[in-house]
């Protein structure tokens, strides 16, 4: 069971996805700013955190390492991209979702909503 929370705490859980043989994979600034844009050497900005999942097909890839590591390099990658390149991304890769947060502009009262890649 994958469960997205708003790691600013402010709003819960925001969704949840149930699937077995995944390999899931997530990145946000709960810890701060240290994930760094290499095209502009600055923070990430817009996003707060990403999830992914990727299929893993036990009969294709019995280890769960190399997949759980891709996924976790696939949730970074889209705390960077922008929603078009993620979208591509997905539809380019069979099994791949991702699940994107966007920070809220200052004083927005809506709360935050977590988008989805199929």
Do not use: N, Y
Not at 72 to 84: H, K, N, Q, V, Y
Not at 85 to 114: F, K, M, T, Y
Request: hydrophobic content about 45%; overall charge neutral.
């Amino acid at each position: 069971l994958l469960t997205m929370s708003d790691p600013r705490g402010a709003s819960g859980v925001l969704a949840r996805r149930s699937v077995s043989q995944t390999a899931f994979g997530a990145s946000g600034l709960l810890k701060g700013g240290h994930i760094v844009d290499p095209r502009t050497g600055a923070p990430v900005s817009g996003r707060v955190a990403a999830w992914v999942a990727l299929a893993r097909p036990a009969a294709v890839e019995p280890d769960a390492g190399a997949a759980t590591a891709i996924s976790d390099a696939l949730a970074t990658a889209c705390m960077l991209l922008d929603d078009g390149e993620i979208a591509g991304l997905c539809a380019r890769s069979p099994g791949l979702e991702a699940w994107v947060l966007s920070s809220a502009d200052a004083g927005d009262p809506r709360p935050p909503s977590v988008r989805h890649f199929p």
